[in-house]
């Protein structure tokens, strides 16, 4: 019984060490895809960055772009280049959490609220 617990807790104390893979110089700069629902309709959407800006294309006809600051290699705000409202002029937290490969996994939020969202993008070509 006594090897059981020990075997338990050795266990537990390696698998608590586990953090996921994040090279995230490889996904500061580039053209990546993520999928979204929009009014229930699944949406390709298209991401163009370099070090300092970020072109969205979530709606093709009109492309968002925003200025790009980093953090830190996994971390950058994004502010938004001629907004159209107030809403529009506050700025975004993005975080890379995960990397594997040619895909990435992000949370974004608002600079200032909890609400996080979570997407995963995959890097379609170098920039």
Do not use: H
């Amino acid at each position: 019984m006594q090897k059981f617990f020990y075997f338990l807790f050795v266990s537990l104390l390696l698998s608590a060490c586990f953090a996921p893979t994040k090279e995230c110089a490889d996904f500061k700069t580039g053209v990546f895809e993520y999928q979204t629902y929009a009014d229930g309709e699944l949406i390709q959407a298209k991401i163009v960055r370099n070090d300092s800006l970020e072109i969205d294309y979530y709606d093709p006809q009109q492309p968002d772009t925003s200025a790009i600051r980093w953090v830190n290699d996994c971390e950058y705000i994004l502010k938004k280049y001629n907004p159209k409202d107030a809403s529009e002029k506050q700025s975004f937290k993005m975080k890379i959490i995960e990397t594997s490969g040619d895909k990435y996994t992000f949370e974004f939020s608002q600079v200032g609220q909890n609400k996080i969202k979570e997407f995963s993008a995959t890097k379609i070509e170098e920039k």
